[in-house]
């Protein structure tokens, strides 16, 4: 089942999103928000919304503001900008008793989400989220990565680095192994794919402003884990344990500080799960989407 692509004009952006609409609808709908970088919602979602959609879901996968389709907003992207979108978003295309998921930044965004609009969704789904450690790396070496980083945003040298990155297809393809373990999964197709919307798309220029928003000299400016406690829809985290970008350990921590939370660990996975094992994700989603759907969540 080929998706639809719809424009949706929001008070504070207009994007456009791929919907795919089952021959019968008997699940919840399902937001799928997909991560930073190069990505769109094609390329994050493509296959998992359309093995939800054959399970009965409404599935709508949003180009956030500046990627894929959709035009960058007038002000850089911050991450309280990015909730409010997804607030306005879940407002503007009528969404009731429905399931959240994300990628990367798209789950740091369903986390957000979460926090802003608490019992709304009904479940939720983080695939190597953001927002569950205080800076981009740990151990001791950490706090070096981290500051190299920084000092690498705030003088527009990585900005630089990434986009001739981004227009050379052997670098891009040695940074996708670490992204995808899974060799069978990182098909020409894929490279081809991410090299295009790296080079038509403004999504990197988008992230780096996030980025630069996000990535203070010592640590990350959002970081969610003292508030998990307080989120009370059932949530399930997806990660790989090769994933080198978020440590599985910080995912397990998270796991344990949210009242309804449970944990699938992808062996042999990178940080882009759901393409590296789909044979793997998708069932997990399926499966969580199905026992948290006719459940009451529990109320603060």
């Known amino acids: 089942m080929d998706p639809r692509r719809t424009s949706i004009v929001l008070p504070h952006a207009t994007v456009s999103a791929l919907e795919w609409r089952p021959a019968c609808e008997s699940g919840m709908p399902v937001l799928l928000l997909h991560g930073g970088g190069a990505d769109n919602a094609e390329l994050s979602w493509s296959a998992v919304g359309h093995a939800l959609a054959e399970a009965g879901h ?19 992207l911050t991450q309280e900008r990015l909730v409010r979108y997804v607030g306005e978003l879940v407002d503007g295309i009528g969404l009731a008793d429905y399931a959240v998921a994300g990628l990367s930044l798209g789950g740091g965004m369903a986390v957000g989400h979460l ?13 190597g989220c953001y927002g569950l450690m205080p800076r981009l790396a740990d151990g001791f070496s950490g706090r070096f990565t981290h500051f190299g980083t920084f000092l690498l945003l705030r003088s527009g040298l990585l900005a630089r680095m990434t986009r ?10 040695r940074g996708l192994r670490e992204l995808v373990r899974n060799p069978t999964a990182r098909t020409p197709e894929l490279v081809d794919a991410v090299l295009a919307e790296a080079a038509t798309g403004t999504g ?16 990350l400016r959002t970081v969610y884990v003292e508030q998990l406690p307080s989120i009370t829809t059932p949530t399930l985290l997806v990660h790989g344990d090769r ?33 590296d094992r789909p044979d793997l994700v998708i069932p997990a989603m399926r499966e969580h989407l199905e026992r948290s759907g006719g459940a009451q969540n529990p109320r603060p």
């Open 204 to 219: 990197l220029e988008t992230f780096g402003e996030w980025q630069r928003d996000q990535v203070l000299w010592n640590r």
């Open 164 to 173: 001739a990155y981004a227009h050379n297809r052997s670098a891009m393809e």
């Open 115 to 127: 926090l802003d609009r608490p019992g709304r969704a009904r479940s939720a789904i983080l695939l």
């Open 58 to 76: 409404r599935v709508i996968a949003p180009d956030h503001p500046g990627f894929g389709q959709s035009p960058r907003p007038d002000r850089p």
């Open 243 to 275: 994933d080198s970008g978020v440590p599985l350990a910080r995912i397990r921590i998270a796991a344990e500080q949210l009242p309804v939370g449970s944990l699938v660990t992808v062996p042999g996975a990178g940080h882009w799960v759901q393409r």
